[in-house]
T-cell receptor, first 110, second 115 residues
Framework: GEDVEQSLFLSVREGDSSVINCTYT??????LYWYKQEPGAGLQLLTY?????DMKQDQRLTVLLNKKDKHLSLRIADTQTGDSAIYFC??????????FGAGTRLFVKA | NAGVTQTPKFRVLKTGQSMTLLCAQD?????MYWYRQDPGMGLRLIHY???????AKGEVPDGYNVSRLKKQNFLLGLESAAPSQTSVYFC??????????????FGPGTRLTVL
């Protein structure tokens, strides 16, 4: 069935780069998303990538997509304490469903 | 614009009690969704609506009912709460279904505990 998997925790030092990884199963995915959830809040769309793209850069964020391996990553350059949050990978399947991963909790140490 | 709002923010119920969670959006979105978030699991879709007066089952609909009498509101009901329904509930809305029209805007969540 359709599934999205992510590691649950990542810890980095302030100023380092963070890389959050995600794998998905639906080869007919159209869009892939990264959502950010701050404590006590709902999810907010951080960035996205079309399934026919390999890479997308948006300021400190770089999204890489490997369609062959069904692997998506989010790189945050110069990670700040304000980046501490839970990051959810999600895929928009060919059947118009959005499947969310369990989320990766990013800890940023000062 | 308030975006998506949810009431209440917190609630504690006893097994067998009933309650209704209210979601409201002011973005004129057609599509609305109810999810539950449990530790170590992704968001799971409970029910959704593609427009006023319509509802449909999601991935985990059992034990829940919904209504969309007005376009801006989507209500989630628990008729007889069970401890397994202890969770954080998120409401979301989107303009459409396809591509970026499906960007979902989320409310802040309702933390429900069933004793």
């Amino acid at each position: 069935g359709e599934d999205v998997e992510q590691s649950l925790f990542l810890s980095v030092r302030e100023g380092d780069s963070s890389v959050i990884n995600c794998t998905y199963t639906d080869s007919s995915s159209t869009y892939l998303y990264w959502y950010k959830q701050e404590p006590g809040a709902g999810l907010q769309l951080l960035t996205y990538i079309f399934s026919n793209m390999d890479m997308k850069q948006d300021q400190r964020l770089t999204v890489l997509l490997n369609k062959k391996d069904k692997h998506l990553s989010l790189r945050i350059a110069d990670t700040q304490t304000g980046d501490s949050a839970i990051y959810f990978c999600a895929e928009r399947t060919g059947g118009f469903k959005t499947i969310f991963g369990a989320g990766t909790r990013l800890f940023v140490k000062a | 614009n308030a975006g998506v709002t949810q009431t209440p923010k917190f609630r504690v119920l006893k097994t067998g009690q009933s309650m209704t969670l209210l979601c409201a959006q002011d973005m004129n979105h057609e599509y609305m969704y109810w999810y539950r978030q449990d530790p170590g699991m992704g968001l799971r879709l409970i029910h959704y609506s593609v427009g006023e007066g319509t509802t449909a089952k999601g991935e985990v609909p059992d034990g829940y009912n919904v209504s969309r009498l007005k376009k801006q509101n989507f209500l989630l009901g628990l008729e007889s709460a069970a401890p397994s329904q202890t969770s954080v509930y998120f409401c979301a809305s989107s303009y459409g279904l396809a591509g970026l029209y499906n960007e979902q805007f989320f409310g802040p969540g309702t933390r429900l505990t069933v004793l």
